[in-house]
């Protein structure tokens, strides 16, 4: 599980530091200039905030793995960290709509990869958390 937890952390260190391009990608300046300003700016210190768990996640992978693997409060992080990314996958089929994705190539595609990359994510998760 040790080296899961390195590729894990690496990967969750890169999806927080992606989270840098969303505005240029999605177009945030038009797209959010429809919003209220709290609105507006909600969205924007809310996506600060996940990408700032998530890298903080991955450090923590890759600078405690022993921890996480060895000891009781890596246990409960680990149950923590298995519930919001199991959560995160549930997202992905029951919160966004099939029509963001389906029949668009490169959609599908990342659909596909992000549902297995938080599966993959759950299920190091709860091995973690559940080994005894």
Not at 77 to 83: D, K, P, R
């Amino acid at each position: 599980m040790d080296l899961h937890l390195r590729i894990i952390g690496i990967a969750l260190v890169i999806l927080g530091l992606l989270h840098i391009v969303f505005p240029w990608y999605f177009n945030w300046k038009t797209e959010l200039e429809r919003l209220s300003l709290v609105n507006r700016q909600i969205m924007q210190v809310h996506t600060f905030f996940i990408a700032l768990i998530v890298l903080l996640m991955g450090v923590l992978c890759l600078v405690a793995p022993t921890e996480l693997l060895q000891t009781p409060l890596g246990q409960v992080l680990s149950f923590g960290l298995a519930i919001f990314w199991t959560a995160r996958l549930l997202i992905q089929f029951f919160g966004f709509s099939p029509d963001l994705w389906k029949g668009k190539p490169f959609e599908t595609t990342i659909h596909i990869v992000f549902s297995g990359f938080w599966t993959y994510l759950s299920w190091a998760f709860w091995t973690i958390a559940l080994s005894a």
